[in-house]
């Protein structure tokens, strides 16, 4: 069974930079992993993720600014989160989906992000 738990979330400054972390209890080397906030009314969007291929993509309204990465010996996926905009206030969260299907299998619990400005 694949758990993921997200933290790092919380209050920061328009500008500012936060780091999410989501580990994953099972192995991951066949997963896609990302990250999908959801502001309050909407659904979920995915804004990276990270495929079992080590490939990495980003929605247009966070390039530049987020980076995913991830540790498969510490079984945890990040999100550095730079340049922070009110508009990416959110819950985050850390998601999972096994390798040729397009149906996210997994979520985590989400964390809350909040961008003041």
């Known amino acids: 069974q694949v758990q993921l738990v997200e933290s790092g979330g919380g209050l920061v400054q328009a500008a500012g930079s936060l780091t999410l972390s989501c580990t994953v209890s099972?192995?991951?080397?066949?997963?896609?992993t990302g990250w999908y906030p959801q502001a309050p009314g909407n659904e979920r969007e995915l804004v990276a993720d990270?495929?079992?291929?080590?490939?990495?993509n980003y929605a247009d309204s966070v390039k530049g600014r987020f980076t995913i990465s991830r540790d498969n010996f510490k079984n945890t996926v990040y999100l550095q989160m730079n340049s922070l905009k009110p508009e990416d206030t959110a819950v985050y969260y850390c998601?999972?989906?096994?390798?040729?299907?397009?149906?996210?299998?997994?979520w985590g619990q989400g964390t809350q992000v909040t961008v003041s400005s």
């Open positions: 099972g192995s991951m080397f066949s997963l896609t």
């Open positions: 998601s999972a989906r096994r390798r040729f299907e397009t149906i996210v299998a997994y």
């Open positions: 990270f495929t079992s291929a080590g490939i990495t």
